[in-house]
């Protein structure tokens, strides 16, 4: 690689870090308005109109359903059977999942409003919950809509409270079981009947959405984070789920977090919590380093990360504020960086359905595929999410998947996605949106023994594409 | 009753605690270790959560009965529908009948009020912390397999560590390559056209990560290729199912002496909350799928089974008491199953700690007398001549040692 990158390998690298890939249209719109323009318009999505994916959308019909619908209309077998209904694989809780999924894909791949809906999946696998884990089978949908959408360009603060209290999280990390170990209360409620602590949240909203592993908080902090959120519960939790606070399970005694005492009790022990740690400098670097993963490499330039951080701190966690630094430092088009990333499973699906201008409709195949490759959407089930490191990527089934997906895309074989043949004959075309003077040899060698029919497959297989 | 008879198993490993291992097997595990036919361990994960107390039945324990007035399984001596002595305390499922041959030859190992030790009653908390190995902790960013596999550094063949399934379970996912496989036969290029200029562009690649993994993948499908012609179709009869599939392919691997180590396999359907049947029924009908699929995979191996151990794990057993809907719900320990050709089979291992109320595990389930990590380290020790389990299992120093294999 020269000592820096072309304006042509700038703006397939530029789209390949904000967007779910290039196309030919976005090339041509960065060309028009220049990075900077392009990106600042990326960064206040309102302002995009985005019908095309709000058609695409507009069939799912569970995206628009709240919790208590979802729950009455695709009930647990149990109560189908209770109902007397024949439940039919369209009733099935699991068809939720399936409607969020095809959503997630279509937003990716048709989006204009690319950065934002990066940004969702970003925060969604930060505070990751497991779709298929009980309850969160109906909590889901909701926590996608009401508790990331609305804060994935907000301040970190509001979108760390909004995760705290919505019915998915307290579910998914067993909050809502947690009580107080002093409650002398008699009569429980029911979700009380096993007393004690539990840690789990406290634990991973530390280790996990906040200061990170090594961000300085010991098992001590861990007890008396969770004695704050005592009493952080949930109504309903099979049914029209709500946030709770239940003074009854809570423990009022004061708490000492990180060195700072917390006294009063009460739901406000859980929000200055909240305020501690989304304020604490050991978040803003753990975000900031998250973010700098995202954008720039696995192991990004301590000087893009310490200057991400800078921003979170000085912007009271404003994450475009964040976002735009890291975009806009000059390690960001530094060569050694260029192609640097390898796509996770989502990027790259999505990626290679924008690169061929396919019409997608998302089938249960195209979703089987994201499965095999090892991310199926809102499926991850450790609070971690899944990785952004190449390694995890690349096994050689994975592998595998990404050449079957290419080849039966390309050649018409995928069910859900319809691409023009006709688009894809300009092998030269196709070769600058993926890696614009800059294939390997190998790839350049393999290109010239192949037919140009079978180019577009052969590309889209090739380690160039499965980086971004 | 008689608890004494079956107080801790005192016999082998007493003296070299926490998998210490004896001079004389160190020998003899690294004889094995450069020998061609390689060792293979076989994990087989029953999600759900296994109702225990109805699988090996303590019909001696009169408590059984008393606790589960509809759903328990009738002793031994009773007649019809009757449970299988094992040892006269103990008895196996009647839908475990195929595995009573093994247990006789002492190629089945079973070990009683086993599990993991976190009192988690969730399934996806509780599967997790067994498939990492750290129970209590969930940070942990792999399974203890894929430890198995960073730690015992061995030929580099793609197929080390296989997983039947169209995903890596956490047990088997981590930094070193492995592979998941549904079906060996799928295992190809759609486009078998482009295999050639493919392989060649991974091959030369300058990505040294893409040229690992492509190599890998070739490798693989290369080796994959070659066992479908080498093996003859399998005369053992599988059951069909999940369970069935998977121990057929590992069963090819494994004659294929591709260089499989550790494979995993899983059947689920054991969360029983309701019409858990006896005898007969629901659980009954897992247990049969399960008892046929080891017993089919059993046979099919023949003598090398004395190369294979494997174990059987579920997230937790079920509550000692029957619940309202004649089912059982979310408990504490279970039993495992260890088969293989080097086991010390013929036995009933672990203390029993009893039913009575007090003794009872939060009032409501078995108690746990063995850590799973207990049973799969000394497997790990003896049978793979794994010498880090510190590594394996974090945290983890077992307080005994059972015997298990020889």
């Known amino acids: 690689m020269s000592a820096s990158l072309s304006q042509e390998q700038k703006v397939i690298h530029f789209l390949n870090r904000t967007s779910f890939g290039p196309t030919r249209e976005s090339v041509q719109n960065v060309n028009r308005l220049g990075l900077r323009a392009y990106l600042d318009e990326q960064l206040d999505p309102e302002k995009i109109p985005d019908s095309t994916v709000e058609e695409k959308t507009a069939g799912l019909k569970t995206m ?27 009733q099935a809780p699991r068809f939720i999942i399936f409607e969020l999924q095809q959503a997630r894909l279509l937003r990716a791949v048709h989006s204009q409003r690319q950065l934002y809906e990066l940004m969702v999946d970003f925060w969604n696998n930060h505070f990751n919950i497991f779709a298929a884990k009980g309850a969160d089978r109906w909590l889901t949908t909701s926590y996608d809509r009401d508790t990331i959408r609305p804060h994935a360009f907000g301040k970190f603060r509001d979108l760390l409270l909004a995760t705290a209290q919505s019915p998915a999280m307290l579910f998914y990390l067993d909050n809502w079981l947690s009580v107080s170990p002093n409650t002398t209360l008699t009569r429980m409620p029911a979700n009380a009947r096993r007393r004690g602590l539990n840690e789990n949240y406290a634990r991973e909203i530390m280790e996990l959405h906040t200061l990170g592993v090594d961000g300085g908080y010991t098992q001590q902090d861990v007890r008396e984070v969770a004695r704050c959120f005592t009493g952080w519960t949930l109504l309903r939790p099979r049914g029209d789920a709500e ?11 004061v708490k000492t977090v990180l060195g700072t005492r917390i006294t009063g009790g009460g739901m406000e022990d859980g929000i200055k919590v909240i305020d501690l740690l989304a304020r604490h400098s050991s978040t803003a670097k753990f975000i900031a380093t998250k973010l700098a993963r995202r954008f720039v490499a696995d ?19 404003d994450i475009r504020t964040v976002v735009r630094t890291i975009v806009d430092s000059p390690e960001f088009y530094s060569p050694e960086v260029y192609q640097a990333k390898v796509k996770k499973p989502l990027e790259f699906a999505a990626s290679a359905l924008r690169a061929t201008n396919a019409e997608t409709r998302v089938t249960l195949q195209l979703l089987r595929y994201l499965g095999r490759m090892g991310e199926p959407l809102f499926l991850a089930q450790p609070p971690t999410g899944y990785s952004d490191l190449a390694v995890s990527w690349i096994s050689p089934d994975m592998l595998l998947t990404r050449m079957n997906f290419a080849a039966d895309l390309v050649s018409n074989r995928l069910d859900g996605a319809r691409v023009q043949a006709d688009a894809l004959r300009d092998t030269q075309a196709f070769v600058r949106l993926i890696a614009p003077d800059s294939l390997s040899p190998a790839t350049r060698a393999a290109l010239a023994e192949t037919d140009a029919r079978e180019a577009p497959a052969l590309l889209l297989a090739a380690p160039e594409f499965q980086r971004r | 009753m008689d608890y004494s008879r079956r107080s801790f198993l005192k016999s082998t490993g007493m003296g070299f605690l926490a998998f210490g291992l004896p001079p004389t097997f160190l020998v003899r595990a ?13 994990v087989v994960f029953q999600r759900g959560g296994m109702d225990g107390l109805n699988v090996v039945i303590p019909f001696k324990d009169r408590a059984y009965y ?26 196996l499922h009647p839908a475990l009948a195929p595995l009573k041959n093994i247990y006789d030859k ?19 908390d509780s599967q997790d912390y067994m498939e990492l190995g750290t129970p209590g902790i969930k940070s942990t960013p792999d399974g203890w397999l894929n430890r198995c596999l960073i730690e015992k550094r061995a030929a580099d063949s793609p197929f080390r560590g296989v997983a039947v399934g169209p995903q890596t379970p956490r047990m088997l996912a981590g930094t070193a ?18 295999a050639p200029a493919l392989e060649k562009l991974y091959a030369n690649s300058n990505d040294p990560l893409f040229r690992r993994g492509g190599n890998s993948l070739f490798d693989a499908m290369g080796k994959l290729r070659a066992i479908e012609s080498k093996i003859p179709a399998s005369t053992a009869s599988y059951p069909p199912g999940r369970l069935g599939v998977g121990l057929k392919q590992i069963a090819r691997l494994i004659k294929a002496d591709v260089g499989l180590e550790i494979a995993f396999a899983e059947i689920e359907g054991w969360d029983t909350h309701v019409a858990e049947g006896a005898a007969t029924g629901q659980l009954a009908n897992r247990l049969k799928e399960l008892g046929d699929g080891l017993a089919a995979f059993f046979q099919d191996l023949g003598d090398r089974m004395e190369d294979v151990v494997l174990v059987t794990m579920s997230e937790f057993g079920r509550t000692a008491r029957e619940n309202g809907n004649r089912g059982t719900d979310h408990g504490h320990a279970n039993v495992m199953f260890v088969l293989g050709g080097r086991v010390r089979g013929g036995k009933v291992y672990g203390r029993w700690p009893g039913l009575a109320p007090e003794v009872l595990y939060e009032g409501r389930d078995l108690d746990l007398t063995t850590d799973y990590r207990t049973v799969c380290g000394e497997v790990l020790a003896r049978h793979l001549a794994q010498r880090e389990l510190g590594k394996i299992f974090p945290g983890f120093r077992s307080p005994s040692s059972l015997g298990v294999v020889v």
């Open chain 1, 64 to 90: 628009r359903l709240n919790t208590g619908e979802l729950f009455n209309l695709y009930p647990p077998p149990k109560v189908a059977k209770e109902r007397g209904a024949m439940a039919g694989e369209m």
């Open chain 1, 243 to 253: 946030f709770h606070f239940e003074p009854r399970l809570h423990d009022p005694g």
């Open chain 1, 299 to 317: 192991d990004p330039p301590v000087s893009v990360v310490n200057r991400a951080a800078e921003a979170f701190r000085r912007s009271d966690g």
């Open chain 2, 30 to 42: 690294a004889g094995a270790e450069q020998s061609g036919r390689g060792k293979v361990l076989v």
């Open chain 2, 66 to 91: 008393a606790l589960r007035p509809s759903i328990a399984v009738a002793e031994p001596a009773s007649g019809e529908a009757r449970a299988i002595d094992l040892d006269g305390f103990y008895a």
């Open chain 2, 106 to 124: 002492g190629q089945l190992a079973i070990v009683h009020a086993a599990g993991s030790p976190d009192n988690s009653r969730s399934h996806f």
């Open chain 2, 177 to 194: 390559p492995t592979l998941s496989i549904s079906s060996i036969e799928e295992f190809r290029l759609r486009n078998a056209a482009m």
